[in-house]
């Protein structure tokens, strides 16, 4: 019995990929808001609601010249803090799995805390800019609260979607003997 129970405080667990994939899904969320709603929807850029914001950011109208390209700016800031996640995400991820690294792509797992990042990304986003500070909605104009508490229920949806796809798996152990008849390239 002691020897089983000192075989197990020396054995290291394996090194979780919650963090990694938490962060991707973070900064990938943000593109998927970025690209879509900025950029091919056109609903909304970062500062499209200042003229009734909560914290008296000047109002920068997406309909002028001058206002969109200020606004494109700090679209671009924004899309530089994504690319930063998605880096930061990738480097924890690589630094973590250091075997088996093709097979980390198909782990539920990882999937699962993608899908709990970009939910996260969704909640902090939808509170913090669109109902704290107010500097953009959704989509703008007479129903624009139904939209950013859709946007809020689909990041609820995504954290429960990716917790319930992560829980239901074995954690992926990069360390972990290849399963019998898979090659490795």
């Not at 995400?89 to 709990?116: K, P």
């Not at 229920?153 to 979607?161: A, D, E, P």
Request: aromatic share 10%; hydrophobic share 45%.
């Amino acid at each position: 019995m002691a020897t089983t129970t000192n075989q197990a405080r020396t054995t290291p667990a394996p090194r979780s990929i919650r963090l990694p994939g938490i962060v991707l899904g973070v900064g990938l969320g943000g593109f998927v808001d970025g690209i879509l709603l900025h950029q091919l929807l056109q609903w909304h850029h970062m500062l499209t609601s200042t003229d009734h914001d909560h914290i008296g950011v000047k109002y920068y109208s997406p309909h002028t010249v001058s206002g969109l390209r200020m606004n494109t700016v700090w679209d671009g800031v924004f899309h530089a803090l994504c690319w930063v996640a998605v880096i930061l995400g990738l480097g924890l991820l690589y630094s973590r799995v250091t075997h088996r690294r093709r097979q980390v792509w198909a782990s539920r797992t990882l999937w699962g805390w993608m899908l709990v990042g970009w939910g996260l990304f969704n909640i902090v986003e939808g509170l913090l800019d669109h109902q704290i500070l107010g500097i953009h909605h959704v989509h703008g104009g007479p129903h624009q609260v139904w939209w950013d508490m859709g946007f809020l229920l689909v990041g609820l949806l995504l954290i429960v979607g990716g917790h319930l796809l992560q829980r239901g798996c074995r954690p992926f152990d990069p360390d972990a003997p290849e399963p019998a008849g898979r090659r490795t390239r």
